[in-house]
């Protein structure tokens, strides 16, 4: 079955730099989102991503936050200028509300594992 | 905003049946969701109803939706140590702007 993946699983990072957390969803998806869940904690809305452009946004994507498709396969996050507080797990997750049945709900990645230093 | 409270700790003893309850605030949402998060993994999407059902049956899982009074169920039939792990409910319109309520740890004691 198809599936989301996301690379790498853990990422260590020092404070103030750049990070790229990169996610394949699956091919025929046309909806994309990020999620994150600090340790313990719910799992937050990010963003999310349709045509080329974000189609919304929580108020925790702010401007230290971009998302890009570079091209027909990767969705990519970017913090700019990582913060202690931006550590936490990032899910990645595609859909295609209309797909078919199945394609209707987002289907998540395993996520990857940002920790910064 | 948006809400979604579950209860957070329920434990179970194997063979038994497990329900993990959830309630929502957004009356206008047309999915909810079950999803199974097990240590250090990614979320696995278990099941999900559309609003205008009021059970839907998979195997072991039986989701049961009271839409007058915005109450989710999760029934896990012969409760296994495999399913140890925490669920997740989640409501969204139209399969967009999903929210998370704040999951529910099972425990599967032998």
């Known amino acids: 079955e198809p599936e989301v993946t996301q690379t790498p699983s853990h990422q260590v990072t020092q404070m103030g730099q750049e990070v790229i957390l990169r996610c394949v969803p699956i091919?025929?998806?046309?909806?994309f989102y990020w999620y994150r869940q600090i340790l313990g904690q719910k799992v937050e809305f990010l963003v999310s991503f349709y045509n080329n452009e974000i189609s919304e946004k929580s108020e925790i994507f702010d401007d230290q936050f971009s998302v890009e498709r570079p091209d027909g396969s990767n969705f990519t996050l970017k913090i700019r200028s990582t913060k202690l507080e931006d550590s936490a797990m990032y899910f990645c997750a595609s859909s295609d509300p209309s797909g078919s049945m199945h394609d209707w709900p987002q289907h998540f990645g395993d996520g990857t594992r940002l920790s910064i230093l | 905003g948006e809400d979604v409270e579950q209860s957070l700790f329920l434990s179970v003893r194997e063979g038994d049946s497990s329900v993990i309850n959830c309630t929502y605030t957004d009356s206008s949402s047309t999915y909810l969701y079950w999803y199974k998060q097990e240590p250090g993994a990614g979320l696995q999407l278990l099941t999900y109803i559309f609003s205008n059902m009021d059970m839907k049956q998979d195997q072991r899982l039986t989701v049961l939706l009271n839409k007058k009074d915005k109450h989710l169920s999760l029934r896990i039939a012969d409760t296994q140590t495999g399913d140890s792990a925490i669920y997740f409910c989640a409501e969204s319109l139209y399969g967009q702007n999903f929210v998370f309520g704040p999951g529910t740890r099972l425990s599967v004691l032998p």
């Open positions: 091919s025929n998806h046309l909806y």
